[in-house]
């Protein structure tokens, strides 16, 4: 039998000898899924930190939307609601951050369709659904570093965790489910078709949702026929969720209503996003 040269002789004249690959995992198993999808998340989430344009809507532009708010509106709108305004724009604007950065993926995850970074990752030994999976992943990590960056720019504004620490760890938790969800929809729409114009469609209807909801004025401030609407879209139930966790007030019901906006959103767009990664990393 003829051994097999592990070594390698590069143009500066040192030899690199390469490890045995002995300990490759089978590609449909479980622990390639998780070890794979992990691979996948720290790459995107490098790559995310070194692109600005992604690090200024996932950071610096929520920081300062929530600033802006609160110079310009804050007092106003507290001295009309009796409460404190951060309570509001705290939760609104982690949502939107949260949103605005799953934007911001969506188009690098174009740029890569367009590359061929897709198509050469799905000819590697690679459990198939580690990409979108990882995906996933990077996007809730990158949805908690917002959160905690806005509550920290809140809490200088004013912003307190007034129900206690378990309250504040669902306070930070909840965006994430809501993140998932938004990014699963924004994965579907930027894989289904190329031609689709994915950011002005999906920024037009984050600009409709951010100004009318229950954390940029309250519900009532708005005319009677638009209410129902308003205390019903998904940013709203999750505003009313995250301010009883934080101010107080009812909790359960609206956190209910952010799941099931999430997990509906989830259970609709999975599929298509699925399908419209494979076609794109597989073709």
């Avoid at 690959?21 to 622990?31: H, Y």
């Avoid at 995107?44 to 920081?63: E, G, K, M, V």
């Amino acid at each position: 039998m003829t051994a097999v040269d592990n070594s390698a002789q590069p143009s500066n004249g040192r030899t690199l000898n390469f490890p045995v690959p002995d300990a490759a995992l089978p590609e449909g198993s479980t622990q390639a899924l998780w070890t794979h999808s992990l691979i996948q998340a720290k790459r995107l989430l490098i790559n995310w930190a070194r692109d600005p344009s992604t690090a200024i809507q996932a950071l610096l532009y929520p920081a300062l939307t929530l600033i802006m708010f609160r110079v310009v509106l804050g007092n106003s709108i507290s001295a009309a609601t009796g409460q404190p305004s951060i309570y509001g724009t705290v939760p609104l604007i982690i949502l939107v951050g949260a949103m605005f950065g799953s934007i911001a993926s969506a188009v690098g995850l174009r740029g890569e369709m367009t590359s061929g970074l897709l198509s050469r990752f799905w000819t590697l030994p690679a459990h198939r659904a580690s990409g979108l999976v990882g995906r996933m992943i990077a996007e809730a990590v990158r949805v908690l570093l917002t959160t905690i960056v806005i509550i920290g720019v809140g809490c200088l504004a004013g912003f307190r965790f007034n129900q206690g620490p378990v309250a504040a760890i669902g306070m930070v938790l909840l965006p994430i489910a809501f993140g998932i969800g938004f990014a699963v929809m924004v994965t579907a729409l930027a894989t289904v078709s190329e031609n689709l114009p994915l950011v002005e469609i999906v920024s037009i209807g984050c600009t409709l949702l951010m100004f009318f909801n229950s954390g940029f004025v309250p519900t009532m401030a708005y005319p009677v026929w638009l209410q129902p609407v308003i205390a019903a879209q998904p940013m709203s139930v999750a505003v009313e969720a995250m301010r009883g966790m934080s101010l107080g007030g009812p909790v359960l019901e609206p956190v209910l209503k952010t799941f099931a906006w999430s997990f509906g959103m989830i259970a609709v767009f999975l599929y298509p996003a699925i399908r419209g990664y494979r076609r794109a990393a597989s073709r």
